[in-house]
Structure formats: C-alpha cells, structure tokens
C-alpha cells in the first residue's frame, strides 16, 4: 500500500500529486485495472505477445537512430553512399 506523510506547509495538491506518484510507481493503479475485468488466458497470451512486440521495434528503432547519429561525425560532408 502507498503511503506518504503530509508534510508541514504543504498544500493538499502537493500531497495528492505525490500520492498519486507513488501509487504509479508501486504499480498498484495498473494491477487494479487489470483486474478490473476478466482476461481469457488466450487474450492474456495475445496482449503479451503485442506489448514484447512494441518493446522489440522500439529496441530496433533506437538502436537505429544512435548508429545514424554515430556515423554522421565519420561521414560528414561526404554524401551518401
């Protein structure tokens, strides 16, 4: 369970933005919707094969753009090839 200490002074917008923080990074918002309904064990495997998906491209396309920007103090001014 988040928890947080209202410190002194401090506005309840403050404390609630922060509350709110460490329920996001404990994870307890996101399990709570997960469960929210009921997930087919088929539909779970689907989901997670098109989230491993999504991390790989991202994985590729950031490997792709710091190999360009590698490159490009080598080859400058020098066309493409």
Do not use: N, T, W
Not at 11 to 22: D, G, H
Not at 43 to 63: P, V
């Amino acid at each position: 369970m988040a928890k947080i200490e209202v410190r002194e002074h401090e506005s309840i917008e403050e404390a609630l933005r922060r509350f709110k923080r460490a329920l996001q990074k404990s994870g307890i918002l996101s399990e709570a919707k997960k469960r929210r309904h009921y997930e087919k064990p088929s539909e779970k495997r689907r989901r997670k094969k098109i989230e491993a998906e999504k991390r790989r491209r991202k994985r590729l396309a950031r490997a792709r753009r710091d190999r360009r920007e590698r490159g490009r103090g080598r080859r400058e001014g020098r066309g493409r090839r």
